[in-house]
């Protein structure tokens, strides 16, 4: 992490004139990347703004002796910041100071899961110097159940930032690729006059040509679908809520909403751990289902599947989407069973390992295999690929699955 800090910390600096420079600059980097231990070979000293930027590295990735250096091979990682609020919320100041966004969230995430910070988001003051984003909300929401009523308000501001940020991205793209799709997949073969879509009709039709009479004679009418007179399909999304998944949950519970709020689609949110939990009546606030949740705990998937199961009023128009890493507690072979009945009924089951900008994670090969072997590939989906997935599913053709992360197709 520090590599990276380093480097895009200090890439807007002005470029060097000459080879000597070029050199200063590389052993400048070096020095900050290896944290001024005597071992580091730089021989190279740091001052002013480069001086702070090294003990905000070396807070969170030194070895507590307070002079920046990073902890020795064999060495055992210690804190720097200390325990109190105050200090961490000044190492938050300088760290916004003196590196971009992106690398402010890593070093975050580095600070709760290495130091130990997670309770010190419980106090308001911490969560106003926080830099939001997808990871900051799943640890909030992981305590959700522990959080004193002086923070909840503050806590869900910083989620309601994330949220709106993230519909801001993705709501656009998703509704007007799912529209095409609905729009395509409502399509009928038997049109009145007035619905027939010619130009369709005229290109599905062209090998029909009769070059005697220079027209076509259409075998096929395509009409179009009448997207106002019903709800045309139906989609579960069914998500997992054990720690591991905390940014799939956010994503899902953001892409539940955009779904809901198109006439055409009936949409379900479920999420499940040993326990399922029908958080459809709040899919208006994206927010409310966040803190709805309960991340963490075990997994049972068989029996969020079996209630997924008893809500499909029209299999061949339901898509079901199991967001899981398939580390299933339940009876395995009864999820299999019910996956294998569900699309046997005619729905189009779709099993995301992750929906997250990281990639695949771990995950339970042996269940992602069986899956596979039943015509439902578990993959790893990005937010940017989430619509083309439901508008494949949708029209009922092949799904876009990546190069990376599909461990099975």
């Not at 966040?290 to 997924?308: E, H, K, P």
């Amino acid at each position: 992490m520090s590599t990276g800090a380093v480097s895009e910390g200090t890439a807007d600096r002005a470029g060097v004139p000459d080879q000597a420079g070029a050199t200063d600059e590389r052993l400048r980097r070096w020095r900050l990347v290896l944290g001024g231990d005597d071992a580091d070979g730089t021989g190279c000293e740091l001052a002013g703004q480069d001086a702070a930027m090294d003990g905000a590295l070396g807070a969170l990735y030194g070895n507590g002796n307070g002079k920046g250096g990073r902890a020795r091979a064999g060495q055992e990682r210690s804190a720097g910041l200390g325990a109190s609020a105050p200090s961490v919320a000044r190492w938050l100041g300088d760290i916004r100071t003196y590196f971009p966004s992106s690398v402010v969230q890593v070093m975050q995430r580095d600070a709760i899961d290495r130091l130990g910070l997670s309770t010190l988001l419980l106090e308001p003051e911490m969560l106003e110097a926080v830099e939001a984003d997808v990871h900051l909300v799943g640890t909030l929401l992981s305590l959700n159940k522990a959080m004193p009523e002086t923070t909840k308000e503050t806590a869900r501001a910083v989620v309601r930032k994330v949220v709106e940020d993230l519909e801001k991205r993705l709501v656009t793209r998703t509704r007007a690729t799912l529209k095409g799709a609905l729009d395509r997949s409502a399509r009928i073969s038997r049109p009145r006059h007035q619905d027939i879509d010619w130009h369709r009709t005229i290109a599905a039709n062209l090998k029909h040509y009769l070059p005697e009479y220079r027209t076509v004679v259409p075998e096929r009418l395509i009409g179009y679908g009448r997207a106002s007179q019903s709800v045309k399909k139906e989609v579960v999304l069914c998500i997992d809520q054990s720690g591991s998944m905390a940014a799939s949950v956010v994503y899902a519970s953001v892409f539940g909403a955009v779904l809901a709020s198109m006439r055409s689609i009936d949409t379900r949110l479920v999420v499940f751990d040993t326990a399922v939990v029908d958080l459809t009546d709040q899919l208006d606030d994206p927010v409310d289902v966040l803190f709805g949740t309960q991340l963490g705990g075990g997994t049972d998937i068989n029996r969020a599947l079996a209630y997924c199961q008893s809500q499909i009023t029209r299999p061949a128009d339901t898509v079901v989407v199991l967001i899981s890493d398939l580390y299933e507690g339940g009876i395995r072979n009864e999820m299999l069973k019910r996956v294998a009945a569900m699309k046997a009924s005619g729905v189009q089951f779709v099993t995301l390992l992750a929906l997250s900008d990281e990639g695949a994670p771990a995950y339970d090969r042996e269940h992602a295999a069986a899956l596979a072997g039943l015509g439902a590939p578990a993959f790893a989906c990005t937010p940017d690929l989430f619509p083309e997935v439901m508008a494949a599913a949708i029209e009922k053709r092949p799904l876009p699955i990546p190069d990376t992360g599909s461990p099975t197709r």
